[in-house]
C-alpha cells in the first residue's frame, strides 16, 4: 500500500489550483479512493461507499472552514455568550456562526443527507468546548463532524483551531485530524502513555460526586481536568492520558460520535460506563446518560474497576 505522504502528495499534484491553493474536497477525496482500493472497509455499505468518501472529504474542509470562523470570532472581540441551561453551559456567537456553516455547507452538497444509501447520520458539534473558550483556555476548543451508518460511528473529523497557539507569534494556527473505520486515522502522530502509569482524563466544568469517585476508584497516577470530549481523545492518541472517565451524564452523541472514530481507527474503545457501545442512529436519544469510558489501551483494566454503585446510578 502506497505510504500516506505519497497519496497525499498525489492529491496535491492533481488538485492544485490556479492560485495554488489545495482543494480539500478534491483531494482528500482522491486519497479516500487511493486509500479504500487497498483495504476492506469494517462498514458493510458497498452501495454507499462513495457517498461516504465524498461526504468524509467534505467534512474535512467544512471543519477547517468552521476553525477559521472560530478563531475570527475571539479576534473580533465579542463572543456573544449567552447561557443555554446554567452558568456553566454556555453558547457564544462562534458556536451560532460555525453552526450555520457547517449545516449550511452539509445540506448544500448533500441535501438528503439522513436518507443516503440506507441510514448515513451526521452528528456536529460546533464548538466542543464553548466554557473553555470563553475562559482563553483555547487549545480545549474543537469542531467536531461525525459520521453513523446503522448506528455505528464510522468516519470522523476533529479540526482544533488553535492548535499550536502557544508557539509564538509566527505559527501556523490549527490543525485537522480525521479518520474512518477500516483505514485508520490521520492528521497527528500516535503516542502511548508509559506502561504502568494511569494518567486519567476528566471534565474540568462538570465535575460531580460521582465523577469524582469513579476516577478516585481507577487509582491514578494523575488527573487531568480539561474541557472537551473532543480535547480529551487527541490527549488519549497522543499519550497525554490512559484512559477518559466522566462517570455522568451530560456528554451528547455530538461530542463523541466522531472523537470515538479517531480513537477505534487506531486500536482504542469507547464506551459508556457499563461497556455498552454507543448507537448513532438518528432516532437515539441525544444524551450519553450512562457517561462515557474510553482508552487507547488497556480498556479492561479501567472497565474492570468501576464501582458498582456508580454503574447502578448510571442508567443507559
Given at each position: 500500500m502506497?505510504?500516506?505522504s505519497?497519496?497525499?502528495?498525489?492529491?496535491?499534484?492533481?488538485?492544485?489550483?490556479?492560485?495554488?491553493?489545495?482543494?480539500?474536497?478534491?483531494?482528500?477525496?482522491?486519497?479516500?479512493k487511493?486509500?479504500?482500493?487497498?483495504?476492506?472497509?469494517?462498514?458493510?455499505?458497498?452501495?454507499?461507499?462513495?457517498?461516504?468518501?465524498?461526504?468524509v472529504?467534505?467534512?474535512?474542509?467544512?471543519?477547517?472552514?468552521?476553525?477559521?470562523?472560530?478563531?475570527?470570532?475571539?479576534?473580533?472581540?465579542?463572543?456573544?455568550i449567552?447561557?443555554?441551561?446554567?452558568?456553566t453551559?454556555?453558547?457564544?456567537?462562534?458556536?451560532?456562526?460555525?453552526?450555520?456553516?457547517?449545516?449550511s455547507?452539509?445540506?448544500?452538497?448533500?441535501?438528503?443527507?439522513?436518507?443516503?444509501?440506507?441510514?448515513?447520520?451526521?452528528?456536529?458539534?460546533p464548538?466542543?468546548?464553548?466554557?473553555?473558550y470563553?475562559?482563553?483556555?483555547?487549545d480545549n476548543?474543537?469542531?467536531?463532524?461525525?459520521?453513523?451508518?446503522?448506528?455505528?460511528a464510522?468516519?470522523?473529523?476533529?479540526?482544533?483551531?488553535?492548535?499550536?497557539?502557544?508557539?509564538?507569534?509566527?505559527?501556523?494556527?490549527?490543525?485537522?485530524?480525521?479518520?474512518?473505520?477500516?483505514?485508520?486515522?490521520f492528521?497527528?502522530?500516535?503516542?502511548?502513555?508509559?506502561?504502568?502509569?494511569?494518567?486519567?482524563?476528566?471534565?474540568?466544568?462538570?465535575s460531580?460526586?460521582?465523577?469524582?469517585?469513579c476516577?478516585?476508584?481507577?487509582?491514578?497516577?494523575?488527573?487531568?481536568?480539561?474541557?472537551g470530549?473532543?480535547?480529551?481523545i487527541?490527549q488519549?492518541?497522543?499519550?497525554?492520558?490512559?484512559a477518559?472517565?466522566?462517570?455522568?451524564p451530560?456528554?451528547?452523541?455530538?461530542d463523541?460520535?466522531?472523537?470515538?472514530?479517531?480513537?477505534?481507527?487506531?486500536?482504542?474503545?469507547?464506551?459508556?460506563?457499563?461497556?455498552?457501545?454507543?448507537?448513532?442512529?438518528?432516532?437515539?436519544?441525544?444524551?450519553?446518560?450512562?457517561?462515557?469510558?474510553?482508552?487507547?489501551?488497556?480498556?479492561?483494566?479501567?472497565?474492570?474497576?468501576?464501582?458498582?454503585?456508580?454503574?447502578?446510578?448510571l442508567v443507559?
Open positions: 502506497p505510504s500516506f505519497r497519496l497525499i502528495d498525489s492529491a496535491k499534484a492533481r488538485y492544485w489550483t490556479q492560485r495554488g491553493t489545495w482543494v480539500y474536497d478534491n483531494a482528500l477525496l482522491l486519497l479516500l487511493c486509500l479504500w482500493s487497498n483495504v476492506v472497509p469494517e462498514c458493510t455499505m458497498a452501495s454507499s461507499n462513495t457517498v461516504l468518501m465524498r461526504l472529504a467534505s467534512a474535512y474542509s467544512i471543519a477547517q472552514k468552521a476553525g477559521m470562523i472560530v478563531r475570527r470570532v475571539i479576534a473580533e472581540g465579542d463572543l456573544g449567552v447561557e443555554k441551561t446554567c452558568a453551559d454556555l453558547q457564544t456567537k462562534a458556536d451560532r456562526l460555525a453552526q450555520m456553516s457547517i449545516c455547507s452539509l445540506a448544500r452538497k448533500f441535501p438528503k443527507l439522513t436518507i443516503i444509501g440506507e441510514e448515513l447520520v451526521v452528528w456536529v458539534d464548538l466542543d468546548g464553548t466554557k473553555e470563553t475562559e482563553g483556555l483555547l476548543v474543537t469542531v467536531l463532524i461525525g459520521i453513523a451508518y446503522e448506528g455505528k464510522i468516519a470522523g473529523v476533529i479540526n482544533q483551531p488553535y492548535y499550536n497557539y502557544e508557539a509564538g507569534p509566527d505559527a501556523v494556527l490549527g490543525r485537522t485530524i480525521w479518520g474512518v473505520l477500516g483505514l485508520g486515522a492528521g497527528f502522530q500516535l503516542k502511548e502513555v508509559p506502561a504502568g502509569k494511569h494518567i486519567i482524563t476528566t471534565t474540568r466544568s462538570h460531580n460526586k460521582l465523577v469524582t469517585d476516577v478516585a476508584a481507577m487509582n491514578p497516577d494523575a488527573v487531568l481536568r480539561v474541557g470530549a473532543g480535547n480529551k487527541i488519549l492518541i497522543e499519550g497525554k492520558a490512559s477518559y472517565v466522566f462517570a455522568s451530560g456528554c451528547k452523541k455530538w463523541t460520535c466522531a472523537p470515538e472514530v479517531i480513537l477505534h481507527a487506531v486500536g482504542g474503545k469507547l464506551t459508556d460506563i457499563h461497556g455498552n457501545v454507543l448507537q448513532y442512529h438518528k432516532d437515539v436519544k441525544h444524551m450519553n446518560s450512562a457517561g462515557v469510558l474510553a482508552t487507547l489501551r488497556n480498556y479492561d483494566y479501567y472497565a474492570s474497576r468501576v464501582p458498582e454503585s456508580i454503574k447502578n446510578a443507559p
